[in-house]
């Protein structure tokens, strides 16, 4: 990148000096030259893309992980992840909505557990309709979410809602990643940053009121 820059800028300075002295004729750039200092320009010039994406507990379609942790398998009859192998498995299907509250499509999270060091490892799948599907990866930190679970259940409030919402970044810096996607997103690369908004914390039905937001930079 640094090198185009460097190369346009320099061809750039040439140009001016040319234009500049009447003792020469000025050049016509031939069309292969004149093709890579376009391209170069567009690289340098381009600025990466962000766009908001949010779902909520309203728009879940399906939740599951092993019986008796903090989300209560929906639908009912749907498996749990009780044997051994999954059991620190946690899996969501939702409906996506954008910034403007438009519905733009739909999408999985997958998550591994890691309880005791307040972490998790998440991958998403959001497809976009009629776009294509961006694969999104990163590493979260549950300090917030844990530590009030425990106040909770420390002070016998097992239901606490918020009469202003309680925001976090639940992504941990610079683990957030696009590792791929499909139709338009194929080549996608950039980062992104989840925001975790809680209303409502119920421990006694274990049915929250919670919304995701999903912060994505394309590069």
Known sequence: MLSNRISV?????????????????????PEGEAAVVADALAVSSKKPSVETFRFSTDDVIA????????????PASIPTFDEPEIADGFLLAFKLYDEQGNLRGFGTEQEVLDLPNARTFTTYTLTLMD?????????????????????????????????????TLSTIPETARIVGGTGKFVKAK??????????????????????????????
């Open 9 to 29: 800028i320099g061809l750039c300075i040439s140009s001016l000096i040319i234009a500049c002295d009447p003792r020469v004729d000025t050049p016509i750039a």
């Open 131 to 167: 776009e294509g599907t961006l694969m999104l990866a990163q590493t979260e930190d549950l300090t917030v979410l844990l530590a009030e679970v425990e106040d909770m259940l420390a002070t016998g409030e097992l239901i606490r809602t918020y009469p202003t919402p309680l925001r």
């Open 190 to 219: 950039g980062t992104f940053r989840e925001f975790s908004i809680a209303h409502t914390i119920d421990l006694v039905n274990r049915d929250h009121d919670l919304e995701i937001e999903l912060e994505i930079e394309l590069k």
């Open 63 to 74: 939740v599951t992980m092993a019986s008796g942790g903090l989300f209560a398998p929906s």
